[in-house]
């Protein structure tokens, strides 16, 4: 029998570079996807090719350690989520061999990494008979949420127990560091808990997931600085400087804040130094907690510290202003976020730049880059009648004097909010699903 791993990318509406700070997300599974057809195989190995461009076939054992490929080669996301199962105790028995295709742009910062993570696990469970608990998308309003679910604990597992979309989310979330990206759970969450029509706040420690309807008539378009963010090789070490950057403020005001009083009083717990970003925001006074420390980071990672609060504070108004149908609202904050990560975190790129500058002139309600940035895609936010004069300025002006031709379908789009990753039946005609 033939089976089709379905795994969405995601693009991030706000909230970038908080993940792996523990602060929350608001992405949307897209209306593209990577596709993993498989059958099982005759053993432990897993063997896989792509009509794609780039992707080789391969073949690797499963069994404990697994070892990686060279740094960049793609079976490394493949070999990721079999470690990342093995190490966690599910027996992998058998293996899969098949095809994978798929629509979403690669290097683009909407995570087609994690989405070939997620589909491989998917795949590696339905061989070896782990049901995956709960449904593959979440299609309720505000009321409808996954947040109250406590994060279970990552312990050995039994051999057959069903394993849930948050338990798989976190643990594929560690997985892919494999990859040697020291990454935060917004890709896998958002791909496995895509509900069609909704963005989806994401919080961490413990991980929740909450969809919020996405209002009538708003459309988001997704365009490519046409540079790529190759997280695997270039990209990979300004963005773990980053997040070593994050931790390093941390740990300043740790040991400055254990030894004051005031702040710590507050929290009532004298001589106990904040130890996460989430502490440091818990009052909600973010001015007053940059004020504090302006004086006590040096600049640089002041910058970087503003940045991860900043943003913080912009994805709980996003959240509210999306409920409100305050789209305006959520566009001014999307603008906010790019001239953060532009200004204060310095991941932004001159052709990111133009994007944002080209669609807002254009009309659109906001614009930022998103993913980690260093190339990749720009996202816009656009009412209905105002999201073809957008396409059509970016299409004129940023590609026009770039390409010879219009912009692909990969290299600029209409992104819908869509369903979560799912396993299903491949018709043996080769017809559809
Ligand atoms: P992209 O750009 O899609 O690879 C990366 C991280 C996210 C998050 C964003 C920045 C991985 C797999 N992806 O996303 O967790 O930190 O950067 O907000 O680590």
């Not at 999306?322 to 566009?331: L, S, V």
Request: aromatic share 6%; with cysteine; net charge negative.
């Amino acid at each position: 029998m033939n089976w089709l791993a379905i795994a969405p990318g995601r693009v991030n509406l706000i909230g970038e570079h908080t993940d792996y700070n523990g602060l929350p997300v608001l992405p949307m599974a897209l209306d593209r996807d990577v596709r993993i057809e498989f059958a099982v195989a005759d053993g432990p190995v897993v063997r896989l090719d792509s009509p794609l461009a780039r992707l080789d076939t391969f073949a690797f054992q499963l069994k404990r350690p697994i070892e990686a490929a060279d740094q960049g080669h793609w079976s490394n996301y493949v070999r990721a989520a079999a470690n990342g199962l093995l190490e966690h105790g599910v027996p992998l028995k058998q293996g899969i061999e098949g095809t994978v295709t798929g629509d979403v742009p690669i290097a683009s910062g909407l995570s087609s990494s994690s989405a070939l993570v997620v589909a491989s696990a998917l795949a590696l469970l339905k061989a070896n008979g782990v049901e995956v608990a709960g449904a593959s998308e979440t299609t309720g309003g505000p009321a409808s949420s996954t947040r109250a679910q406590p994060e279970p604990a990552l312990s050995p597992r039994s051999p057959v127990a069903p394993i849930s979309r948050l338990e798989l989310a976190t643990l594929m979330a560690r997985a892919e560091r494999f990859v040697g990206l020291e990454g935060g759970g917004m890709d896998q969450a958002a791909c496995l808990h895509g509900a069609e029509g909704h963005a989806l706040r994401i919080d961490f420690e413990p991980l929740r997931v909450t969809p919020v309807a996405v209002p009538e008539g708003w459309r988001w378009v997704v365009a490519s600085s046409l540079v790529r963010a190759e997280k695997s090789r270039g990209a990979r070490d300004a963005y773990n400087e980053r997040a070593g950057q994050c931790r390093e403020a941390l740990a300043v005001l740790g040991s400055v804040f254990a030894n004051d009083a005031s702040v710590t009083a507050e929290r009532d717990r004298p001589g106990v130094a904040p130890v996460s970003y989430r502490d440091l925001i818990a009052d909600g006074d973010v001015d007053g907690l940059l004020e504090r420390t302006r004086r006590i980071l040096p600049p640089a990672l002041f910058r970087r510290f503003r940045h991860v609060v900043t943003e913080g504070r912009r994805v709980a108004l996003a959240e509210v202003a999306m409920r409100e149908a305050d789209m305006r609202g959520f566009g001014d904050l999307m603008v906010r976020s790019h001239e953060s990560l532009r200004d204060d975190y310095a991941v932004s790129t001159s052709e990111l730049d133009e994007i944002v500058t080209v669609a807002l002139e254009a009309g659109a309600a906001g614009a930022r880059l998103t993913g980690a940035g260093f190339g990749g895609c720009a996202v816009a936010l656009c009412d209905a009648p105002t999201m073809g004069p957008v396409m059509d300025a970016l299409s004129e002006r940023f590609y026009g004097p770039r390409l010879s031709r219009p912009p692909s379908r990969e290299e600029m789009f209409a992104a819908k909010p869509s369903g979560g990753a799912r396993v299903r039946i491949r018709d043996s005609s080769g017809g559809g699903l």
